[in-house]
């Protein structure tokens, strides 16, 4: 399985971007996205079960990231709002079989995005 991921970019604070990937077949259960500052641990941001849909966030982006999918396109979206200079990172998506907030769980990795928020 390939990830693309794409839609990264610089935004000012309190803006919006959202990231796209897309999968080259379906064969996972949960899509997450991770994102990793300079000098930091990668870290969870959201994941969507591939099935049922349901969602899972990180506290700090709870109520402004926003994931969803599209299973005809195998591809998962991270739209993501009000955003903060804390934001800026490396962003990844990532596809597995389990729901987890800990990336070694996941067995697929897209390239990485980057999202760059000025203040």
């Known amino acids: 399985v390939q990830l693309q991921a794409s839609g990264g970019g610089l935004v000012q604070a309190g803006g919006s971007l959202r990231l796209s990937c897309a999968a080259s077949?379906?064969?996972?259960?949960?899509m997450g996205w991770f994102r990793q500052a300079p000098g930091k641990e990668r870290e969870f941001v959201g994941a969507?079960?591939?099935?049922?849909?349901?969602?899972y966030y990180a506290d700090s982006v709870k109520g402004r990231f926003t994931i969803s999918r599209d299973n005809a396109k195998n591809t998962v979206y991270l739209q993501m709002n009000s955003l903060k200079p804390e934001d800026t990172a490396v962003y990844y998506c990532?596809?597995?079989?389990?729901?987890?907030?800990?990336?070694?769980?996941?067995?697929?990795w897209g390239q990485g995005t980057l999202v760059t928020v000025s203040s």
């Open positions: 990532a596809a597995g079989f389990l729901v987890s907030g800990s990336w070694p769980e996941y067995d697929y």
């Open positions: 969507v079960s591939w099935s049922g849909g349901s969602t």
């Open positions: 077949l379906h064969t996972f259960s949960v």
